[in-house]
């Protein structure tokens, strides 16, 4: 029996949180960092949550794939094309 396919949700980091709109265009689920969050707890809720992590931060996401954690590492032109196509093809995900 296949269980059915859970649906990738993806936390934006706090320079990103107008971002959510248009990867929901693409059909991507979103949650959005709260503001102030300090990068520990921003980590320890991607791994509560099984989320996919998306940030321009270099030192953040060089943390989180320490950690092991599925991490888009973007910067600031055509963010919302770039980071579905690398969700698809890289990490092989669906939205």
Known sequence: MTLPRRKTTLLLDEPLLGLDEFLRDLGWNTVKVTQGMNDD?????????DYVLVSPDRRLV????LQGIRMVDIGLMELARRVHETLEKDL???P
């Not at 707890?41 to 949550?49: C, I, P, Q, R």
């Open 41 to 49: 707890e921003v980590l320890k809720l991607v791994k509560a949550n």
């Open 92 to 94: 092989g995900l669906l």
């Open 62 to 65: 060089d943390r989180g794939r």
